[in-house]
């Protein structure tokens, strides 16, 4: 089973951009992918884009194309999510969790990190 | 293509059993699997049913999962107050090319 531990929460103004860190340990790294999900206070949860540890091939919610990108790190079985031109709607916990594919972003994905704040504000 | 549907609240007894539905479209719930995750007040969410049907290991089989053309369902049965959470649905959408998660039903055991 593999856990996720991600970054400390973040304060950023309006048009900074923000890097998120997500840690896995417990399971061989490329073999399965990371998809991250952000829940703005009170909301439900919004999906943001999976990317493939084996490969780096990504998919990134429509909404955010152009404004997310999605890394990893083998060596230090790390993913990224950096998200620039920071919105004040863009205050969100964000999530990374396992995908149970490497290769196919539309399977299901299980543990998740314990998420990160992201706060936007002047 | 559309944003599944929960109802917002849902609520029992301890021991009864409580139904969760998810409304979506032809895009998503139609033509891929649907998960279900359970969100404990301010925790990450918890994985509890997968490719519509399937309990990863550790979920109590208390916990079920149902699919039928674009909507789906969750029950929970011998509903116990640690039940008490947020659950959310999801099922990729073939239009968004992308996730899409269902709108989120609390239950709440009195």
């Known amino acids: 089973q593999v856990q996720l531990v991600q970054s400390g929460a973040e304060v950023k103004k309006p048009g900074a951009s923000v890097k998120v860190s997500c840690k896995a340990s417990g399971d061989t790294f490329p073999n399965y992918g990371i998809t991250w999900a952000r829940q703005a206070p009170g909301q439900g949860l919004e999906w943001v884009g999976w990317?493939?540890?084996?490969?780096?091939?990504?998919n990134y919610a429509q909404k955010l194309q152009g404004r997310v990108t999605l890394t990893t790190d083998t060596s230090a079985t790390t993913a990224y999510m950096e998200l620039r031109s920071l919105r004040y709607d863009d205050t969100a916990v964000y999530y990374c969790a396992r995908a149970f594919s490497a290769y196919d972003p539309r399977r299901y994905f299980d543990s998740w990190g314990q998420g990160t704040l992201v706060t936007v504000s002047s | 293509q559309s944003v599944p549907t929960q109802p917002p609240s849902a609520s029992g007894t301890p021991g009864q059993r409580v139904t969760i539905s998810c409304s979506g479209s032809?895009?998503?719930?139609?033509?891929?699997?649907v998960s279900w995750f359970q969100q404990l007040p301010g925790t990450a969410p918890k994985l509890l049913i997968y490719?519509?049907?399937q309990r990863p290991s550790g979920v109590p089989d208390r916990f079920s999962g149902s699919k039928s053309g674009t909507s789906a369902s969750l029950a929970i049965s011998g509903l116990q107050s640690e039940d008490e959470a947020d659950y959310h649905c999801a099922a990729w959408d073939d239009s968004l090319n992308g996730f899409v998660f269902g709108t989120g039903t609390k239950v709440t055991v009195l």
């Open positions: 490719t519509n049907n």
């Open positions: 990317i493939s540890t084996y490969n780096g091939k990504t």
């Open positions: 032809s895009s998503n719930i139609g033509s891929n699997t």
